[in-house]
């Protein structure tokens, strides 16, 4: 199987069965919305002491925007708040390399499939 085949059906995976999705209650929420395509996200972070307990979503959007937060949650709960925190830096570098950072599978896990994302910035 290619990888590009192999990390869109990871995408669609997430897409189709989405993990986190539905608000409940959290320590932090931020509402974004982008402008270019009308996706939209509102999320909430629960931590327990100096732990991520929970991170859900109410979102609307194309599947790349619905399957992104879904990723998020399953790399994100669980984790002690530093390591959250480098998770979502190399998330971000990853997503503003346009095309030019692999990422690291370890680091990333499922996200390191929106590589081929960051190729295009509007998205």
Not at 7 to 27: M, T, W
Not at 68 to 94: R, T
Request: aromatic content about 4%.
């Amino acid at each position: 199987m290619k990888m590009d085949s192999m990390y869109q059906e990871i995408i669609l995976d997430h897409y189709k069965h989405p993990h986190g999705k539905g608000l409940r209650d959290g320590d932090v929420e931020v509402h974004h919305v982008n402008p270019t395509c009308g996706d939209e996200i509102t999320l909430r972070v629960r931590l327990d002491g100096e732990i991520v307990a929970d991170v859900s979503y109410d979102s609307q959007g194309c599947s790349i925007s619905q399957a992104s937060a879904s990723v998020l949650n399953d790399l994100l709960v669980g984790k002690p708040v530093g390591e959250a925190q480098q998770i979502q830096e190399a998330f971000l570098e990853l997503m503003q390399s346009k095309g030019q950072a692999e990422g690291d599978e370890e680091v990333l896990e499922d996200a390191i499939a929106f590589a081929g994302v960051s190729k295009y910035p509007a998205r």
